[in-house]
C-alpha cells in the first residue's frame, strides 16, 4: 500500500507557483491577486479563508478580504461581485460558501464574471469542464486529478466508482474521468443514497473516489484488493486530543481498508491540502490570460 501524500505534493505545487510567479514578475508582470468575500462569521467559512490567505502570501501573490456581516442584502452582495468583475488589479475571486439564507448562492454565483470565477462554480466554466474545453476547475476535483497525475494513476479503460453525485466533488469528478486524457478514460459509474446493490458496484471498483460525507462509510468488504481509494470525506468529529477540540474522520475506514489498497489518500493530508493548491493554480492562471 503506498500513500498519496497530499501534503507534500501540495507544498510541491507551491513550490511551482512560487517559481512562476518569480518569472511573471521578471517579466515585468504584476503579481497575481486573489480576492475573498467572506459574509458573516461561520467558524469553518473563517478558517478556509484565512487558510486561502496564508497560501497566498507563502507563493507571492497579492491577497485581500472583502467582509460584510451576515445582514448584508443581496444587492450589496452583487454590487461587491460586479466591482470585483470590474476591478482590474484583481485577477480572480471567490464568494466563501455558504451564504446566509436571504442571499441566492445562484445568483451571487452566476454574477461572477467567468473569467475571474476560480472557483470554477460559474455554469460557464461548469459547462467548458463538461465539454472538455477550457474552463476553470473547481478545487476538489481538480486536486483530485493533480494527485492521480503525480503519482502516475492509470485511469485509462479503469472502472472508477464515486460515491456521491455532489454538484462540487462527485457530479464534476464522474465528468472528469470520463473526458478523453490523462487522468481520464475511464468508465465511470456515479452512486448515491438511492444505489442499489452498493457493496457489489464497489467490489468492481479499480479505483473509489468516496465523497457522501459519511465518517468511516468505506469498509474493507466493499474493496477489492490493489484497489486506488481516494477519500473526500472531512467531517468534523469532537475529540479531546486536539487544541480546536475537533478533528477530521474521512469516508473510508482507512485502518480496515487500506491493507487492501494499492494506493490511498490519508484524512488528514490526502486530498485536503490540494484544494487550495487548486485555487491558487486557477488564480495563476486567470493571472497569466490578463
Ligand atoms: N465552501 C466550501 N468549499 C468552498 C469552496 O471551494 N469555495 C467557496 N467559495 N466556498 C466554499
Do not use: W
Amino acid at each position: 500500500m503506498q500513500l498519496i501524500d497530499g501534503k507534500k505534493t501540495s507544498q510541491a505545487v507551491k513550490l511551482e507557483i512560487a517559481e512562476a510567479v518569480k518569472k511573471m514578475i521578471a517579466s515585468g508582470k504584476k503579481k497575481p491577486h486573489l480576492a475573498a468575500v467572506l459574509v458573516g462569521n461561520d467558524g469553518g467559512s473563517e478558517t478556509y479563508v484565512a487558510a486561502k490567505i496564508k497560501a497566498c502570501e507563502a507563493v507571492g501573490f497579492v491577497s485581500s478580504l472583502v467582509r460584510f456581516t451576515a445582514d448584508v442584502t443581496e444587492n450589496e452582495l452583487l454590487a461587491a461581485v460586479n466591482k470585483l468583475n470590474n476591478d482590474p488589479d484583481v485577477d480572480g475571486f471567490i464568494v466563501q460558501l455558504p451564504l446566509p439564507k436571504h442571499i441566492s448562492e445562484e445568483k451571487i454565483t452566476e454574477a461572477i464574471d467567468p473569467s475571474k470565477d476560480v472557483d470554477g462554480f460559474h455554469p460557464q466554466n461548469l459547462g467548458r469542464m463538461i465539454t472538455g474545453g477550457d474552463a476553470f476547475i473547481s478545487a476538489t476535483p481538480q486536486g483530485i486529478m493533480e494527485l492521480l497525475k503525480r503519482y502516475d494513476i492509470e485511469t485509462k479503460g479503469k472502472h472508477v466508482v464515486i460515491l456521491g453525485r455532489s454538484n462540487i466533488v462527485g457530479r464534476p469528478m464522474s465528468i472528469l474521468l470520463s473526458l478523453k486524457g490523462n487522468p481520464g478514460d475511464a468508465t465511470v459509474t456515479v452512486c448515491h443514497s438511492r444505489t442499489k446493490n452498493l457493496k457489489e458496484i464497489c467490489l468492481q471498483a479499480d479505483i473509489i473516489v468516496a465523497a457522501i460525507g459519511i465518517p468511516e462509510f468505506l469498509k474493507a468488504d466493499m474493496v477489492k484488493e490493489g484497489a486506488v481509494v481516494i477519500d473526500v470525506g472531512t467531517t468534523r468529529v469532537p475529540s479531546t486530543e486536539t487544541k480546536s477540540g475537533f478533528r477530521l474522520k474521512g469516508d473510508v475506514d482507512f485502518a480496515e481498508v487500506s491493507p487492501k489498497c494499492s494506493f490511498i489518500t490519508p484524512v488528514p493530508g490526502g486530498v485536503g491540502p490540494m484544494t487550495i493548491v487548486s485555487l491558487l493554480l486557477n488564480t495563476l492562471k486567470a493571472a497569466a490570460k490578463r
